[in-house]
């Protein structure tokens, strides 16, 4: 049974889902259901006590906590209803969606939903790690959630796998709050963080980092003694001679980001194998109609600022969306080309202009973008600089689409 309809509901309340339901409102919408499972709306930004937040959007360096506040500020002033400890456990392609929260079960119907749950991390058993099982072994975002929201230190000699933003955060703070961070480790040839947060993070701090170098073991019996780590060729295969052993008692892991779409997946949303989120056109709509998604759980972003701008897209259509406005089918497909990681949206109608994200495959300078039409180039763009860990956009203008069959991007 039906306890109530909404217009609106929005599942998360991290950045994407604040963004989607503020644009709703302006864009209209008075009956909107903002859903978070935490005690409190900001999602991850709550741990997220340093500064680099907000540079696009305000143009001013704030920490997370600083970031998200004003944005939960502007829900508590339109009165934007918002249920907290109250987690989606289930929706349908007819937009019903179960929340379990502290008073039980309960089922809402909505016009449309917008899925906003942000990502997680991958784990030791994911990436297939060898050695014992001790404790100690956390991920980066887990041991981050300890020290600045618990006041709990992880650990006192630490190694990091991975150099994604999340770990060489974590690195940094560890080391300002005691701990001996003995290397970061990552199998890539280069980083896989952002390049101001290499020097920020690691190189202020003394902190070595191994390009081509994997951990090949973890030794321990009830809690982490040492880490094996070893370099890599380019198949990953160790290299015999390399190998070399930290005595350490914490393995953090900082490995990549999975977004969150177990309630997609239910829902029958079709999901993109590359960026592990929905297939989506330039509304932002999912494969199911009225059902949209934004932020961490679309793709995973660089930084929050694009995930702000998203949600307000996507609070913006799924208003139109209600208020029967029809959305553009998207009859273009994109795809990524030579060089290309992804590109998101993955279809457009041609209707509209368009703002297209996608990433590259590997750094790379003097390059160039190439937007084709088969072997017709539409446009050109040059890139002085090119980083897997930075998102690029890409506007086209509705006339540049004008007979377009489909779309890809390469890099020259
Ligand atoms: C450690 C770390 C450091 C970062 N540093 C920076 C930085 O310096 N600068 C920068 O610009 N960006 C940074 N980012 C990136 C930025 O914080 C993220 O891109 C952004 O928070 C993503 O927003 P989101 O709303 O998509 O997801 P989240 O912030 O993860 O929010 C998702 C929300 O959905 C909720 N949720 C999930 N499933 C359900 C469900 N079933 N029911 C109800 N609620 C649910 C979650 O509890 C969560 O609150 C950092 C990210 C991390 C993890």
Redesign the pocket.
């Given at each position: 049974m039906i306890d109530k309809e909404v217009d609106v509901a929005i599942?998360?309340?991290?950045?994407?889902?604040m963004a989607a339901a503020l644009a709703a409102r302006k864009a209209g919408v008075e009956d909107i259901l903002l859903?978070?499972?935490?005690e409190s709306?900001?999602?991850?930004?709550n741990?997220?006590i340093?500064?680099?937040?907000g540079v696009e959007i305000f143009n001013e360096v704030l920490t997370?906590p600083e970031y998200m506040q004003r944005f939960i500020d502007k829900i508590e002033k339109q009165e934007i209803p918002h249920l907290l400890d109250?987690?989606?456990?289930d929706i349908s392609k007819d937009k019903e969606l179960v929340i379990a929260s502290e008073s039980g079960l309960h089922r809402i119907k909505a016009k449309a939903i917008i899925l906003?749950?942000?990502?997680r991390e991958r784990t030791r058993g994911q990436i297939g790690t060898p050695g014992s099982r001790p404790a100690g072994v956390y991920t980066?975002?887990a041991a981050?959630n300890f020290i600045n929201l618990m006041n709990l230190m992880p650990g006192k000699r630490v190694v990091v796998l991975g150099s994604g933003?999340?770990g060489l955060?974590?690195a940094r703070r560890l080391t300002l709050e005691g701990a001996k961070v003995l290397a970061v480790v990552e199998i890539l040839p280069y980083s896989s963080g952002l390049p101001r947060n290499i020097t920020q993070c690691l190189e202020d701090y003394e902190i070595p980092l191994y390009l081509k170098h994997t951990v090949t073991e973890i030794k321990g019996n009830k809690r982490v003694e040492s880490i094996s780590i070893a370099e890599v060729d380019d198949k990953w295969c160790h290299v015999p001679g390399t190998e070399r052993e930290f005595d350490c008692d914490t393995l953090l892991l900082s490995v990549g980001?999975i977004p969150?779409n177990e309630?997609s997946r239910n829902a029958g949303i079709v999901l993109d194998p590359v960026t592990g989120g929905p297939r989506v056109n330039e509304n932002l709509e999912t494969s199911v109609e009225g059902i949209f998604a934004?932020?961490?759980?679309l793709h995973v972003?660089?930084?929050?600022?694009f995930?702000t701008m998203e949600?307000d897209c996507v609070g913006i259509q799924a208003a139109n969306f209600v208020k029967g406005k029809v959305c553009g089918d998207g009859g273009i497909d994109i795809s990524a080309g030579n060089g290309v990681g992804y590109v998101l949206p993955q279809c457009v109608s041609g209707d509209e202009d368009v703002k297209l994200s996608l990433r590259v495959r590997e750094p790379g300078r003097d390059r160039k973008l190439l937007v084709k039409d088969g072997d017709r180039i539409i446009k050109e763009i040059k890139k002085p600089k090119v980083n897997p860990a930075e998102m690029i956009k890409v506007g086209l203008k509705k006339d540049e689409l004008k007979g377009v069959k489909s779309l890809s991007i390469e890099l020259e």
């Amino acid at each position: 049974m039906i306890d109530k309809e909404v217009d609106v509901a929005i599942i998360g309340g991290g950045p994407a889902g604040m963004a989607a339901a503020l644009a709703a409102r302006k864009a209209g919408v008075e009956d909107i259901l903002l859903i978070e499972r935490n005690e409190s709306l900001g999602g991850i930004l709550n741990q997220c006590i340093h500064e680099g937040f907000g540079v696009e959007i305000f143009n001013e360096v704030l920490t997370g906590p600083e970031y998200m506040q004003r944005f939960i500020d502007k829900i508590e002033k339109q009165e934007i209803p918002h249920l907290l400890d109250s987690m989606v456990i289930d929706i349908s392609k007819d937009k019903e969606l179960v929340i379990a929260s502290e008073s039980g079960l309960h089922r809402i119907k909505a016009k449309a939903i917008i899925l906003a749950m942000g990502a997680r991390e991958r784990t030791r058993g994911q990436i297939g790690t060898p050695g014992s099982r001790p404790a100690g072994v956390y991920t980066a975002g887990a041991a981050q959630n300890f020290i600045n929201l618990m006041n709990l230190m992880p650990g006192k000699r630490v190694v990091v796998l991975g150099s994604g933003d999340i770990g060489l955060i974590t690195a940094r703070r560890l080391t300002l709050e005691g701990a001996k961070v003995l290397a970061v480790v990552e199998i890539l040839p280069y980083s896989s963080g952002l390049p101001r947060n290499i020097t920020q993070c690691l190189e202020d701090y003394e902190i070595p980092l191994y390009l081509k170098h994997t951990v090949t073991e973890i030794k321990g019996n009830k809690r982490v003694e040492s880490i094996s780590i070893a370099e890599v060729d380019d198949k990953w295969c160790h290299v015999p001679g390399t190998e070399r052993e930290f005595d350490c008692d914490t393995l953090l892991l900082s490995v990549g980001l999975i977004p969150e779409n177990e309630l997609s997946r239910n829902a029958g949303i079709v999901l993109d194998p590359v960026t592990g989120g929905p297939r989506v056109n330039e509304n932002l709509e999912t494969s199911v109609e009225g059902i949209f998604a934004c932020g961490n759980s679309l793709h995973v972003h660089d930084i929050v600022d694009f995930v702000t701008m998203e949600g307000d897209c996507v609070g913006i259509q799924a208003a139109n969306f209600v208020k029967g406005k029809v959305c553009g089918d998207g009859g273009i497909d994109i795809s990524a080309g030579n060089g290309v990681g992804y590109v998101l949206p993955q279809c457009v109608s041609g209707d509209e202009d368009v703002k297209l994200s996608l990433r590259v495959r590997e750094p790379g300078r003097d390059r160039k973008l190439l937007v084709k039409d088969g072997d017709r180039i539409i446009k050109e763009i040059k890139k002085p600089k090119v980083n897997p860990a930075e998102m690029i956009k890409v506007g086209l203008k509705k006339d540049e689409l004008k007979g377009v069959k489909s779309l890809s991007i390469e890099l020259e």
